[in-house]
């Protein structure tokens, strides 16, 4: 198994992981609506005012999106948020380089850009920014900055429009580009009915845009998608990117063998697809026996083959292994899918493998879950959860993992239009260990994170931080102290 993955901190006891159920603690909200919102159901999680504390940003469906407060301690309440129906997700980002994080309000419908006011408040800004939020069914996003700007990628998924739909029916997707003064707008065609993307470095280390698509409606011509942007075109065989097609809801990406380059893992129905970043700059599916193929439900009551939206790696016990959730839920009433369908914790076991313990944990619960996070709400080091579900109450839950490890939580800042610092990647080092994180917009499925990037560190009392920004400096920064939240700028 060490040819598969690294045992990154081997001399840490695996602490056992445990999440208490405080979603009495969240307002009423959930995912409403028919079929234009089987897919969607994201949630933004970012600090709105600068309290430290992570707020929330839950789509709704037919139900208004709502904004919900962090007060402390676990304490949250609802806020007025301009009211947005037909919302699918939502992802924060800092627009105009004002410091204060906007966020990009994924619709059925016209797609809103939000501007944020540093306090919570949030205004319509299309009209200010030159965006065209279109009229499509928008179900993925991701952003990234060059030279002039935001570039902003939206996936679309089916035309409505189209007579013979839905099947064969995708939508192309759009890139808007900052002019200056406004966003142009460029269709990515063709569109294969994209519910995830993600900018970031791929294996060959090039910042790239990944696009997972639904192959339930491309059919037959469809595949997943690389778009890159200094060539403006797709890659192909001819580039070495490989045909994979799947039933692509979700994409997730972290460095899990400490190699530096970061893993791909594909949310789908059935077979969990990891893709393991080799040195030769190419992705080959991982072993079975890596554990993360999570193809079936796990309480083993029905054999039917699951279905995964969101996925997201974080390192829940802090014992320098990132773990992996991933959010699932038959589609609606699709009979040839299993119906009661628990979420998936996958911790890393010291050989580098995965195991199943959302049970243990407390999180196996089977409603029909989208998008979710994993973000330390209470400031306490410790990742905590939250899962949006279809036409079912959100859901939260507090990580109470006793004697999990150290950590830091990195936050890259800089000055210019890239204030969050889109593109930088850290690495922790903690004795011979070095753990590697991109700071990304996108991903997930239909909602992601501002927050800062945490890194579990074991036993380990001090770190050190090398951070390559996204104009190729580097700074490093020697012997921290672990388990604080430091905010490092070039």
Not at 163 to 186: I, K, V, Y
Request: with cysteine; proline share 5%.
């Amino acid at each position: 198994m060490r040819a598969i993955a690294l045992c990154l901190v081997a001399q840490t006891a695996q602490a056992d992981v445990v999440f208490e159920n405080l979603s009495a603690h969240l307002p009423d909200h959930s995912y409403t609506g028919g079929w234009e919102h089987f897919v969607g159901g994201g949630v933004a999680v970012f600090d709105c005012n600068g309290d430290a504390l992570p707020d929330i940003l839950a789509a709704g469906g037919t139900t208004p999106a709502k904004l919900i407060i962090n007060r402390g301690d676990m304490q949250f309440t609802s806020t007025a948020l301009p009211v947005f129906t037909g919302t699918t997700g939502a992802y924060p980002l800092d627009v105009d380089g004002d410091g204060h994080l906007d966020v990009m309000l994924l619709r059925v419908g016209e797609n809103q850009l939000l501007r944020g006011d540093g306090a919570c408040g949030f205004s319509p800004a299309n009209a200010l920014w030159g965006f065209d939020g279109g009229d499509a069914w928008s179900t993925a996003f991701s952003a990234t900055w060059d030279t002039s700007g935001p570039v902003l990628a939206v996936g679309n998924y089916v035309d409505r429009t189209d007579p013979e739909g839905p099947f064969e029916a995708c939508d192309d997707n759009t890139l808007h580009r900052w002019t200056g003064d406004r966003f142009d707008t460029t269709p990515l065609s063709p569109g294969y009915c994209a519910l995830s993307m993600l900018f970031a470095r791929d294996a060959s280390g090039t910042k790239r845009l990944r696009i997972s698509n639904d192959r339930h409606y491309y059919v037959r011509n469809g595949a997943e998608q690389m778009y890159d942007l200094g060539l403006s075109r797709f890659l192909g065989p001819e580039d070495g990117w490989e045909t994979v097609r799947l039933w692509g809801m979700g994409i997730a990406s972290r460095d899990i063998t400490g190699d530096g380059r970061a893993e791909v893992m594909l949310t789908s129905m059935g077979d969990q697809l990891m893709q393991m970043a080799g040195a030769d700059g190419l992705y080959t599916p991982a072993p079975f026996a890596l554990g993360t193929y999570a193809q079936r439900p796990h309480l083993g009551d029905d054999g039917r083959p699951s279905t995964g939206w969101h996925a997201e790696f974080g390192d829940v016990n802090n014992d320098g292994r990132p773990d992996l959730f991933i959010a699932k839920g038959n589609v609606d009433q699709m009979p040839g899918l299993a119906m009661e369908d628990p979420n998936t914790l996958l911790v890393q076991q010291t050989d580098g493998s995965f195991a199943e313990r959302s049970i243990t944990a407390g999180v196996a619960t089977v409603d029909r879950s989208r998008g979710a996070a994993l973000a330390d709400l209470d400031g306490d080091g410790r990742l905590d959860l939250v899962v949006m579900n279809r036409r079912a109450p959100m859901e939260l839950y507090r990580n109470v993992t006793a004697d999990s490890g150290s950590w830091l939580a990195i936050d890259p800042a800089m000055p210019g239009a890239n204030t969050r610092a889109i593109g930088a990647l850290v690495e922790v080092t903690s004795g011979d260990v070095t753990q590697t994180q991109e700071r990304t917009v996108g991903g997930g499925h239909a909602g992601g994170q501002a927050g800062p990037l945490h890194f579990g560190l074991g036993d380990a009392r001090r770190a050190s931080v090398t951070v390559t920004w996204p104009d190729g400096r580097v700074t490093e920064h020697r012997d921290l102290k672990t388990g604080q939240r430091l905010t490092l700028t070039p």
